[in-house]
């Protein structure tokens, strides 16, 4: 240090001194915002987990997740089985998945790799366009168009039922899996395809054999977050079908699914009671269920970043 | 026969022209160098060779190029076969994020050689050939990107060589390699001339000497001179040439 300090050219000026203040300010403001963002978090969860703790205590983990009945408000007889609320969150998410998906990854090879740099400048946009649309907006378009369409042509008296809602949910998963599994794709550097080109391959064999294997995690995690929108999606789904806690896979039935259970039924709970504590449990498992995907959706995006470099 | 004549070539990239009547024989086997300035069109010239502008949409190609006395740009001509029978080594070493062996398997079985013990002689010989094989040959099932940047610019070539192609183009291939990966490469690309024709393209003019039999001279798009290595460097021609060689200009 004494010997630093000999040489003059090495201590700080005046303005260095003021500049490095702001660097530790902004470093502790900083950390600061971003620790109480992460603390919301645990927040969030202590706040679920306190909540539910007497539906717990008073009807049991097991008949809690695995009660085939969902019937809190009766008086002689309640049931708090959660299995039909799952059920029906599976179902709508599943039908929307396997409708989204080819669409979804269709869609994404055309703009990627097919489509004029022209067509895609104006596609793209448009397409992410329709990730920003409020649920709402989807969810009165299941009720008022989609419902008829669904009811003539599956010969349905009315077309309130789980496909109408998986439907809906399809269109809302689209747009973002485009756009996220797009990136995936424009980021595999063009010297890999420029490679495969010059070994002769054609543009499907280049994409099938190079392009889409370097960007596949990032695709999966694209269509991990889009099954996370539908799980996660409430005001569509309870716009979409007759809201009925079946223990069913029907899509042709209504169902009734774990966000919109907790969206109906808070408003009616007495607070403090046994339904109101069982709403908080739904809420749980609702976290459950993002947190396992976000993980193994974050998990995949780190091999991703590994694939190529 | 795998002399390539270009004839009349010109080349525009989003209307502006970055060949100007280019018109040169490149014999058959042998080195043979693109020297010039940056942005002089020698990239642009080794890419029109197998055809890689293609793949660029704003890009326009005029004239002929005839390998074999067949006009590569002709109307019947399938663009990948023409790139099977050409091979690349690109700038940057770009390995597949794929395997060591699964690299080189990758073109052949393209191609359609699906038979596994086939595939086996393809990527040893391939490896082989580009001075690989004893050093990669325990690891052929670990990812290519494992290897050093000498070794993934190796594995390039072994790549390109397992097509069995005729002619095979160098665009700047030590770039981005240390001196002594590039001598390794400089090795290989004299060892690889009796059995290929090989054209590389590079910015480094003490590189064209070592390696090259003939070298031509590139300069705003045209070609200036074209000749024998120790020739074009020692009583070149043209005014321009001296000028470059001699580093008065560049």
Redesign the interface.
Known sequence: MKYIDKIGWLNRTQGQSKGRFFDGASHTVLFTITLISASVLVAVAAFLILGSLQAFNVIGPVEMLFGDTWRPTSFHNPAFGMLPLMAGTFLVSFLASIIAIPIGLGCTIYLAEIA??RIRAFLKPAIELLAGIPSVVYGLFAMLILQGWVAQLFGLQHGYVALNGGLILAVMMVPIMVSLAEDAISAV?L????????????RW?TMR??VL??AMSGILAAIILSIMRAVGETMAVLMAFNQTPLPTLDPFSGVQTMTATIAIEMGEAAVGGLHYSALFAVGVMLFMITLVMNTVANRIMLRYSE??? | MSSIEVKHLNVWFDGKQALREVNMTIPEKGITAIIGPSGCGKSTFIRSI?R?ND?I?SCRVEGRIMVDGKDLYGPEVDV?????RI??V?Q?P?????SIYENIA??PR??GTKDRKKLNEIVERSLRRAALWDEVKDRLDRSA?DLSGGQQQRL?IA??LA?CPEIVLFDEPCSALDPIATAKIEDLLVELKDEYTVVIVTHNMQQAARVADQTAFFYLGELIEFGDTAQLFERPENELTENYITGRMG
């Open positions: 004029h740099p550097p010297e890999l395809r420029e490679a495969s080109y010059a070994l002769g391959a054609t064999e054999s190079v294997p370097a694939a190529y470099r | 197998n890689m793949i949409p990948t076969q023409v790139r099977k091979g690349m690109f940057r770009n390995p597949f994020p794929k990758y073109a393209i191609h990107y390039c790549r390109a097509i």
